[in-house]
């Protein structure tokens, strides 16, 4: 069994390594793609602070457009809540408030509105009942996309997507988290696949199609101060949709480069700062590329 367990281990590395990435063109990502705790906190509240730069756009060519002409800001507000109850069971809600800016020579605007919501459980798979050099301890999850952001598809008021806040429509999900300690090193390997139902808008039917992400992970706990070091890579695929009358909607696809800073200020709180660039690794395909600066402040009660 445990041979088994390492072979998927293994393959996940394989995977992360030669997986093309792929991603949503409007909205950043944050460094995990869901949350799962790893301490048993009966409740843990994160609040993150987003400022998004969005710097260019790469069509089906792989080309980057680069904005010299164009400005696109958003700040984002992002809640995460989650906890534990009977030691393997876990749940958790996230959803944001964003508030967008657009200007080119030719037109200007803000808007505000909040992101679509989702909601979890997770089920600790695979314990760690004994020390294994490779078995890594699994979780496994289920999640649900409640459309409370706004869609491309709906009525935009701003130019390149930019009030644009999530899908807009019904979905359902699954995920599998592989965690690792190798103490100062703790290694994370996260995949999720969401899949969004059809959904008629005012003026078009949108067909249902898949948001997926793979995120590779590494914390490193240093001895300076007690901060830590967290760096890695999340890929996104957004596939093709179909949208009436007959038209169809490519995939798109980006990296995300991942690297932040974590500092406990106590047993209950700690602080984070993270940036993430979406221009330095491809390839890139039909998305807008944005950099990213994020604060977070994390409380665990347990």
């Known amino acids: 069994m445990e041979r088994i367990f390492i072979k998927i281990f293994i393959g996940f590395f394989i995977v992360l390594g030669f997986q093309q990435t792929q991603a949503n063109s409007c909205c950043g990502q944050s460094p995990a793609s869901f949350t799962v705790l790893a301490l048993e906190q009966k409740l843990s509240v994160n609040t993150t602070y987003s400022a998004i730069e969005s710097q260019g756009r790469v069509f089906n060519s792989d080309e980057f457009y680069i904005w010299e002409q164009k400005t696109r800001r958003i700040q984002s507000m992002q809640l995460n809540v989650a906890g534990t109850w009977q030691s393997r069971h876990q749940y958790f809600l996230s959803s944001s408030y964003l508030q967008s800016e657009y200007k080119d020579n030719f037109s200007s605007g803000n808007a505000s509105h909040l992101s679509d919501t989702v909601l979890g459980y997770t089920y600790e798979a695979l314990p760690?009942?004994?020390?294994?050099?490779?078995?890594?301890?699994?979780?496994?999850?289920?999640?649900?996309?409640?459309?409370?952001?706004?869609?491309?598809?709906?009525?935009?008021?701003?130019?390149?997507?930019?009030?644009?806040?999530?899908?807009?429509?019904?979905?359902?999900?699954?995920?599998?988290?592989?965690?690792?300690?190798?103490?100062?090193?703790?290694?994370?390997?996260?995949?999720?696949?969401?899949?969004?139902?059809?959904?008629?808008?005012?003026?078009?039917?949108?067909?249902?199609?898949?948001?997926?992400?793979?995120?590779?992970?590494?914390?490193?706990?240093?001895?300076?101060?007690?901060?830590?070091?967290?760096?890695?890579?999340?890929?996104?695929?957004?596939?093709?949709?179909?949208?009436?009358?007959?038209?169809?909607?490519?995939?798109?696809?980006?990296?995300?480069?991942?690297?932040?800073l974590q500092k406990p200020l106590n047993e209950a709180w700690n602080v984070g700062l993270n940036y993430t660039d979406q221009t330095l690794i491809g390839p890139a395909k039909n998305s807008i590329l944005n950099k990213t600066i994020s604060l977070n402040f994390n409380y665990n009660y347990y």
């Open 128 to 260: 760690e009942y004994s020390y294994s050099p490779l078995r890594p301890l699994i979780y496994l999850t289920l999640m649900a996309n409640l459309p409370t952001g706004k869609s491309i598809y709906d009525t935009s008021t701003l130019n390149e997507g930019t009030d644009v806040t999530g899908h807009h429509q019904w979905g359902l999900g699954a995920g599998l988290t592989l965690r690792k300690v190798y103490f100062p090193v703790t290694l994370t390997l996260q995949a999720r696949s969401l899949y969004l139902f059809a959904k008629k808008f005012s003026q078009i039917e949108v067909s249902g199609f898949f948001d997926s992400s793979l995120s590779a992970l590494a914390n490193y706990a240093t001895r300076f101060y007690d901060v830590s070091i967290n760096t890695g890579f999340t890929f996104n695929h957004l596939s093709p949709r179909t949208i009436s009358p007959g038209e169809t909607s490519l995939s798109s696809q980006n990296i995300t480069f991942i690297m932040g």
